[in-house]
């Protein structure tokens, strides 16, 4: 808890609020330093194994052979089969924290292979529904995004809450990866803007419609257009709007 003096119509008050905690965690693996990760200090194995899913280092459970987290000294662990790339190269991003982000090789061709399958508006807005239900942080003291998964009933499967926005993607493919979940066809509802590298690992993951309450961004539309997604923005009370790929809602 942190003090803090708001003002609010004349009238000064003192008290307590809860704050969002960052937590930098250094990963390392195969006893290389690849990065630090700027994120919530909660389920950060999660975090950790979406990373190098999306960074290609890892595709299966059985790639890693060693996945520690040390919360006390902040530093994660990892040993995998095989070898990681020479250099993986970063690129700039909009996202949260450094404000730095990896870029994501396999992007490119990425399809969302579930996009072809027809949702109802009512699992859209179902969906949406549930991640709002289980973003009780959020709620707290904002300052924390969330994102969950589920399926074309608009049924929640997985849900994540961090910091950063492009690191809830991270956790729910984590998650999935150790727990044998798959995300081919399912839905992705973010609570945050939605950018060109959120879009593109959505891809990567074989998601096939993204739902955001704001907006998207132009490479966003771009990407989700490429890759099949149905991309829809704004979604407020009763409306929405669809970006791409409209075809594959059932309006009716």
């Not at 700027?38 to 899913?53: E, K, M, N, T």
């Not at 589920?150 to 956790?171: F, K, M, P, Q, W």
């Not at 590298?197 to 096939?208: D, F, I, N, R, S």
Request: contains cysteine; neutral net charge.
């Amino acid at each position: 808890m942190t003090e803090v003096t708001t003002y609010n119509d004349g009238k000064v008050l003192r008290g307590e609020v809860d704050v969002v905690r960052e937590f930098p965690l250094v990963l390392r693996v195969n006893d290389r330093e690849i990065v630090t990760l700027i994120a919530s200090p909660h389920d950060l194995r999660f975090l950790v194994a979406g990373f190098l899913r999306l960074q290609g280092v890892v595709s299966h459970v059985e790639d890693f052979l060693v996945l520690s987290v040390c919360n006390d000294y902040g530093i994660a662990n990892v040993r995998i089969k095989g070898e990681i790339p020479a250099e993986l190269k970063p690129v700039l991003t909009s996202g949260c924290g450094t404000g730095i982000t990896f870029s994501l090789p396999q992007a490119a061709g990425a399809r969302g292979t579930g996009a072809m399958e027809q949702v109802t508006v009512a699992a859209i807005f179902e969906l949406m529904k549930q991640l709002a239900l289980s973003s009780a942080k959020y709620k707290s003291h904002g300052g924390v995004h969330s994102a969950a998964i589920g399926d074309t009933e608009g049924r929640l499967l997985l849900h994540a809450e961090d910091l950063g926005r492009h690191n809830t993607i991270d956790r729910l493919a984590g998650e999935a990866l150790l727990k044998g979940i798959p995300l081919s066809g399912t839905m992705l509802a973010t609570s945050g803007r939605v950018s060109a590298e959120l879009a593109a690992k959505a891809a990567l993951l074989g998601v096939g419609v993204i739902v955001s309450r704001t907006s998207p961004t132009d490479m966003a539309i771009r990407i989700c257009e490429e890759a099949g997604i149905t991309l829809v923005g704004y979604l407020r009370g009763t409306r929405f709007s669809a970006y791409t790929h409209s075809a594959h809602i059932l309006f009716s």
